[in-house]
């Protein structure tokens, strides 16, 4: 094993920080929201405030660490997780499928929970009684839902997953998060036109008998374009140990959710940094900041483990079987 666990024995956080730079010149485009665009904010410091943006918000990045999971290119999980289990669904007589993996509310997505015989399968394993009885007593067993998730869907347990359907309690909060953010941001204003080299402008068109306007992209259209800059960027990861253990799972499936997810920030960190078309970052630095002393072993040597450590689940009876779930999502 090539995880240190004697340091994070009774260590109730293990925090990462990696150091990102933009792989070519300085500018990048963060994560925008329809509503605001680009998260901007202050925040303080010795000296007053500094200008910050949000590159990539905790939501997403719960997506993009679960997407290193999958082999796009095979149609199947990496390698390294050939033997974890997860929900399959075929999706109607399309001969396309999803899953749980690649779904993004894990275990709640509308195609795996529209399946009622499954839905009350989980509800039956997690000691759940029925919706209204549950909730008049105010009773509801956190571990009895994490160990049932954990069976069929590991990933829905680092993630997080709110099995509403089957309980309005049924939710297990992110024991692994992470966000970026720039440090002293500013904006890098630019612009550019699209040259319609037929008709620059769309009256022209009128002479063949057509009204149309540049809404409709005809025509030049002049447009704006926001970048930034930053002083640094840096990605922050944030694995909840105490969440782990309260949710008294045995050694062998405490031990393979901590290197399941140590693989997921080493591999993001490898691969998964091209956010967007105008925002390619490079890894300068990565490092645990607490526990102090603690090295993450290196994306390779992870790899190696988690064959051994799934193989422990299964040993100790973790995992459903078979491993892989199917069910199948039914027009009408």
């Known amino acids: 094993?090539?995880?240190?666990?004697?340091?994070?024995?009774?260590?109730?956080?293990?925090?990462?920080?990696?150091?990102?730079?933009?792989?070519q010149?300085?500018?990048?485009?963060?994560?925008?929201?329809?509503?605001?665009?680009?998260?901007?904010?202050?925040?303080?410091?010795?000296?007053?405030?500094?200008?910050?943006?949000?590159?990539?918000?905790?939501?997403?990045?719960?997506?993009?660490?679960e997407a290193v999971c999958w082999d796009d290119a095979n149609g199947a999980p990496h390698p390294a997780l050939a033997e974890m289990p997860y929900v399959s669904v075929d999706l109607w007589d399309s001969g396309k499928t999803t899953n749980s993996i690649q779904e993004a509310h894990r275990l709640n997505s509308p195609y795996i929970m529209r399946d009622d015989k499954f839905a009350d399968q989980l509800r039956?394993?997690?000691?759940?009684?029925?919706?209204?009885?549950?909730?008049?007593?105010?009773?509801?067993?956190?571990?009895?839902?994490?160990?049932?998730?954990?069976?069929y869907d590991p990933g829905s347990v680092l993630h997080g997953v709110f099995l509403e359907?089957?309980?309005?309690?049924?939710?297990?909060?992110?024991?692994?998060?992470?966000?970026?953010e720039a440090y002293n941001s500013n904006t890098?204003?630019?612009?550019?036109?699209?040259?319609?080299?037929?008709?620059?402008?769309?009256?022209?068109?009128?002479?063949?008998?057509?009204?149309?306007?540049?809404?409709e992209g005809y025509g030049n259209v002049p447009f704006h374009r926001t970048e930034y800059a930053a002083e640094?960027?840096?990605?922050?990861?944030?694995?909840?140990?105490a969440q782990i253990r309260a949710y008294g799972l045995c050694e062998s499936a405490e031990q393979f959710l901590?290197?399941?997810?140590?693989?997921?920030?080493?591999k993001f960190l490898d691969t998964g940094l091209r956010l967007r078309t105008a925002c390619d970052l490079d890894m300068c630095d990565?490092?645990?900041?607490?526990?102090?002393?603690?090295?993450?072993?290196?994306?390779?040597?992870?790899?190696?483990?988690l064959p051994g450590l799934i193989q422990a689940c299964a040993n100790d009876k973790l995992f459903a079987d078979p491993r892989v779930k199917r069910l199948t999502f039914k027009k009408g």
């Open 258 to 266: 901590v290197a399941l997810a140590l693989w997921k920030v080493r």
């Open 232 to 241: 640094r960027i840096t990605a922050y990861f944030n694995l909840d140990l």
């Open 124 to 151: 039956g394993e997690a000691n759940m009684p029925g919706r209204k009885e549950k909730e008049e007593a105010g009773v509801f067993d956190r571990a009895a839902l994490a160990k049932t998730v954990f069976k």
């Open 25 to 65: 010149g300085k500018r990048f485009q963060p994560t925008g929201f329809p509503d605001l665009g680009a998260a901007q904010y202050e925040a303080p410091t010795e000296d007053g405030t500094v200008d910050m943006v949000l590159v990539e918000s905790a939501q997403s990045m719960a997506n993009r660490l």
């Open 1 to 23: 094993m090539t995880i240190d666990w004697q340091k994070l024995n009774g260590v109730p956080r293990l925090l990462m920080e990696a150091e990102l730079k933009p792989i």
């Open 286 to 305: 990565f490092k645990a900041t607490r526990p102090e002393g603690f090295s993450v072993p290196s994306t390779s040597k992870l790899e190696a483990d």
């Open 165 to 180: 359907k089957l309980l309005g309690l049924a939710r297990l909060q992110r024991c692994l998060s992470g966000f970026i």
């Open 188 to 215: 890098a204003d630019s612009g550019g036109v699209k040259n319609d080299r037929i008709a620059p402008s769309p009256g022209a068109l009128k002479q063949v008998g057509l009204e149309v306007s540049a809404r």
